[in-house]
Each structure stands twice: as structure tokens, then as C-alpha cells.
């Protein structure tokens, strides 16, 4: 069974990263089932293991060093963060299988508001393309992101996960270079002017979960 929790206001991150590390735990040892767990974070930047320092730009908002994969990304009021504790002991220890289960269930999500969410090669993450923007210099197309990856494994046991952008205040990823990419930039659903909340998109997610994450066997 996989549980979810859906928490109130706006959660700490270190307050975060001591529950799920506790959490993954648990699951470890056999004394919890999975979660997933949907939060909303005060205005702040993380560092991920790849996070380059000229990539900061502005430090507005504290900064958190963490150990998810991935350079620096923005978490704020308006974008759901979805901490994934899942057990890959039991689903396949296939982190590259895991990762691309995790954008399948973003891009799944997306398409409930015809949405066509992609990925792109070099880029994690889910992108949006942009063809009512400009070009790049190169002539391709712009893209905009709209939800960043970045995920942690403890004893094939998995922590930190996606965030996506309902309707954060897209200004304040200007302090940084987002995970490191040049040139695209981000979007939310209100932005791409889809009339969606929070509770819209949880339950997008919910609904596209066991087609991403079969529930396990026993």
C-alpha cells in the first residue's frame, strides 16, 4: 500500500528532509508503508549534488544544500513539491527505469489538462514548447520548463522526487541559472493560462499514479 498525505500551509525544508529521511526509514525496516507525500515550501533555492556555484546568481531566498541529484531549483508558494518515498528493493533496483517513471507520471498528469508535457535529452525535467515565444539564436525552438526531477536513493529506498508549477511567482527563479540550463525558461499552468489549482493537479497525480507505480504484491 502507498500512502498519501497532503500537508498543511507551508512546510520547513529541513523539517522536510528530517521526515522523510525518518520516513524512509521505516519503510527500510518493514515499520511503514510507501508515501507520497504533497507539500508546499516557503520561497527558497536547493542545491542539489551537481549544483554549480556561478549558478547562483542571487541568493533572495535561503539555500539549502541537499543530497538529490541535480544542480539548483526553486521550491515557493504556487508549486506542488512531491516527495516520492518509495521501495525499489521492491519495484526493480533500475534508477534510469525509476526516473523515467517519474516523468511519465508528470507528463500523464499533464495531459489531464491537454497539456503535452516533453522531455528532452541533457535536460531533466519536463518541458513545455513554446511556439508562441521567440526562437533561440540557433533558430530551435523555445521551451519552458515545468517540472524539475531530482531524487535521492537510501538502501534502494527513495526520497525528495518532482515539483511541479501550479502558480508560483516565476521572478523568483531569476536568482538562479535552474538546474543549470541556459537560454529555456519556466513556466506554471496558470502561465500557459489554464484555469488549474493545487487540488486540480493532486488529483491529476493521483489519478495517473498506478499507471506510473503499480501497487506492489502483497
Same mark, same amino acid.
Request: aromatic share 8%.
Given at each position: 500500500?502507498? &500512502?498519501?498525505? /497532503? ?7 529541513? *523539517? ?6 525518518? +520516513? ?8 511503514? $508503508?510507501? =508515501?507520497?507525500?504533497?507539500? *508546499?515550501? %516557503? ?5 542539489? /549534488?551537481?549544483?554549480?556555484?556561478? $549558478? !547562483? ?7 539549502? &544544500? /541537499? ?23 521492491? +519495484? ?19 495531459? &489531464?489538462?491537454?497539456?503535452?508535457? &516533453? ?16 526562437? =533561440? ?11 524539475? #526531477? ?17 502558480? %508560483?511567482? =516565476?521572478?523568483?527563479?531569476?536568482? #538562479? ?14 502561465? !500557459?493560462? !489554464? ?15 498506478? +499507471? ?7
Amino acid at each position: 500500500m502507498t &500512502e498519501w498525505i /497532503t500537508a498543511p500551509g507551508l512546510t520547513g525544508y529541513a *523539517e522536510a528532509v528530517a521526515f522523510m529521511e525518518a +520516513r524512509a526509514a521505516a519503510i527500510h525496516a518493514g515499520q511503514a $508503508d510507501e =508515501l507520497i507525500w504533497l507539500v *508546499e515550501h %516557503p520561497p527558497l533555492y536547493t542545491a542539489g /549534488t551537481s549544483a554549480r556555484a556561478q $549558478d !547562483l546568481l542571487s541568493a533572495r531566498f535561503p539555500v539549502h &544544500e /541537499t543530497g538529490r541529484g541535480g544542480q539548483y531549483t526553486y521550491h515557493g508558494p504556487g508549486q506542488r513539491v512531491v516527495y516520492v518515498m518509495l521501495d525499489l528493493n521492491r +519495484r526493480g533496483r533500475d534508477v534510469r527505469a525509476f526516473v523515467q517513471s517519474l516523468e511519465n507520471w508528470v507528463i500523464d498528469a499533464l495531459a &489531464e489538462f491537454n497539456l503535452k508535457g &516533453e522531455i528532452r535529452e541533457g535536460r531533466v525535467g519536463v518541458w513545455i514548447a513554446r511556439p508562441d515565444k521567440a526562437p =533561440l539564436p540557433d533558430g530551435s525552438m523555445h521551451e519552458d520548463k515545468i517540472a524539475a #526531477i531530482g531524487v535521492k536513493l537510501r538502501r534502494w529506498i527513495s526520497f525528495h522526487g518532482i515539483s511541479v508549477n501550479v502558480e %508560483p511567482d =516565476l521572478g523568483h527563479y531569476a536568482g #538562479i541559472v535552474p538546474c543549470g540550463i541556459q537560454g529555456h525558461g519556466v513556466t506554471s499552468l496558470v502561465d !500557459l493560462g !489554464l484555469p488549474v489549482g493545487m487540488a486540480d493537479l493532486d488529483a491529476a497525480l493521483r489519478a495517473g499514479f498506478a +499507471r506510473n507505480f503499480p501497487p506492489l504484491a502483497g
